[in-house]
Structures are given as C-alpha cells and as structure tokens.
Nanobody, 110 residues
Framework: QLQASGGGVVQPGGSLRLSCAAS????????MTWFRQAPGKEIEWVSD????????KYVDSVKGRFTVSRDNAAKMLYLQMNDLKIEDTAVYYC?????RGQGTLVTVSS
C-alpha cells in the first residue's frame, strides 16, 4: 500500500514537501517513483529514486527544483518541491513500478 500526503495550495515560487508511506512490501528492494496528473492531462512521470538512493532521475521540467529522497528504515518516500510553478498543479502519486497509491493534490495558484 502507498499513501501520499503533504499536498496543498501554494503560491508560485513556494515550496511543499510530499511524503509517501509504504507498507505491505519490502520497500528497500524497490526503485520508487513519483507520477503526477494535471487536470485534463495524461499522467506524467516525475522522478525515480533507486533502492539505496544512488540514482535519482527527474523529468526535465522539474530538474533543479524538485528533490526526491527516501528513508528505507521508515519506509518513506519524499518529494521536496521548490520554486513551484502553476504548471506543477496536479495530483501527485507515489508508485512501486506502475502500481500507484492514493495521490495528493498540489495546487499552485496566485
């Protein structure tokens, strides 16, 4: 099971930190992923982090602004989002492979 949290309403240029609590599987064995889906758009891959955090990848549109991290002992995945833009507005999901949990809504609005 995957449960994302930490979304909310923020002004452009603001920051949010998303969290994802994992349960029911051996979290430390899996590369974890963040996806997002903006209103009326298809789901978009945002970021991956490898099992021991050695490899982190980002979609070009968030590079330099978002940072993915994980705590294997706590079975937690994080996404620090800085300098948020209106186009970052979306429901954000954490995922193991293509299996997504419940998302959290991020709204960037002035």
């Amino acid at each position: 099971q995957l449960q994302a949290s930490g979304g909310g309403v923020v002004q452009p240029g603001g920051s949010l930190r998303l969290s994802c609590a994992a349960s029911g599987f051996n979290f430390s064995n899996y590369t974890m992923t963040w996806f997002r889906q903006a209103p009326g758009k298809e789901i978009e891959w945002v970021s991956d982090i490898s099992t021991r955090s050695h490899r982190r990848k980002y979609v070009d549109s968030v590079k330099g602004r978002f940072t993915v991290s994980r705590d294997n002992a706590a079975k937690m995945l994080y996404l620090q989002m800085n300098d948020l833009k209106i186009e970052d507005t979306a429901v954000y999901y954490c995922a193991k492979g293509v299996t997504r949990g419940q998302g959290t809504l991020v709204t960037v609005s002035s």
